[in-house]
């Protein structure tokens, strides 16, 4: 029990506290810091938009007004969408724009089989990926597209910045601080080496280096970037480039999405089994192993370990008695925060505890889908809260 304590302990510790502070000594001890020289402005490179929609005639408007905000050379960007399967008015729509191009298939396979088929007929050097609910930043194409200045750059992901009424309920201030750091840490991954893969909602891939990717991939754009970081090229990170979106409407469909992510996370482990090979891909396997892999399957083993090795071992001495204790006071916390989690309140205290427990409860749920075979790969809306700025205060959560 001994054994199963310190092993549990040491992932858990390791996972949230020693990597981050790991990868950062390594870059503080790196010399040479990863600089772009700026593109002058005839050399811009062609760049392709491209947008997966699924019945998204609400706000498909706003997103076309807002690609036509982008400060990008007007001659070198096109933009085009993707909505394969879509049912309502989104395509009549799209079709009164002549800024805008729509492709469509009536057969709807979901967000990557769409993607899979007309990537084939994209000729740009630089494509651009983002969906249809999330507005940029005028600036965001050409903060993704000045890193491939670098013929070693592969892929660049944007920053997902989540827009909610308030950060006073425990999920919107234990999911921010969660981002907060997660952003930290994505830095720091793109300053030593490579991201560990990319924010779906906006991220931009050398055309070239496009794989068709499985068609029962569920988080397709970290298996795209981990592709094609394996195949040597580095995935850059620019927060300037900002994807913003509103909150999932309720904890149902906050669990929804989180869920499906985890049965990606697991899925995305099998099928990029090969990374764990350090001997032959050496950093990646390292930064792989410690940001990603290790959260998405022996977290929750080692959370479970370590409580059930600690109420074991309670009666054999104090430091054993002190950390049982010290976990039933923390998931006491949790628990309480679970009960007040859609109320405000400034009890912020019960909100990490919280967050931290939904998380990882999350993530076995997204275990159980995928290998029941439950998890589907076709997208689903998701209800997403209205915004009423006048009336609320806004918080935004990086993501």
Known sequence: MET????????????????????????????????????????????????????????????????EKIDYPKDRLKVLFVTDGSTDQTNDIINQYASVSLSFSPERKGKIAAVNRIMRYITSPITVFSDANVMMNPGAIKALVQPFESNLMGAVSGEKIVLSETEDNASAS????????????????????????????????????????????????????????ADGYKVGYEPSAMATETASANIAEETKRKVRISAGGIQAVIKLVKLLNVFKYGKLTFQYVSHRALRWTLMPLALIGTFASTLWLADTHWFYNLAFRAQSI????????????????????????????????????????????????????????????????????RN
Not at 4 to 30: C, D, E, R
Not at 201 to 222: G, K, M, Q, S
Not at 350 to 368: A, D, E, N, R
Not at 387 to 393: C, M, T, V
């Open 174 to 229: 234990g999911e921010g601080f969660y981002w907060k750091y997660e952003s930290f840490l994505k830095k720091q991954d793109a300053e030593w080496n490579t991201l560990v893969g990319s924010a779906g909602e906006l991220f931009a891939i050398r055309t070239r280096l496009f794989v068709p990717t499985e068609e029962n991939t569920l988080i397709e754009d970290f298996v795209m970037t981990m592709r094609v970081a």
């Open 330 to 397: 923390f998931y006491l916390l949790a628990f309480f925060g679970y009960v007040i989690r859609d109320q405000k309140t400034s009890y912020k205290l019960l909100h990490i505890p919280y967050y931290f427990t939904y998380m990882h409860i999350c993530v076995v749920k997204g275990w159980i889908k995928y290998f029941r075979g439950n998890q589907k790969v076709t997208w689903e809306k998701s209800e997403r809260v209205v915004l009423k700025s006048s009336e609320h205060q806004l918080s935004v959560v």
């Open 4 to 67: 199963l304590f310190w092993i549990s302990t040491f992932i858990i510790l390791y996972s949230f506290a020693g990597y981050g502070i790991l990868i950062t000594l390594l870059n503080k001890w790196k010399k040479k810091k990863n600089t772009y020289t700026p593109f002058s402005e005839e050399d811009w490179p062609e760049v392709t938009l491209l947008i997966a929609a699924y019945n998204e005639a609400d706000i498909i408007r706003q997103k076309i007004a807002n690609c």
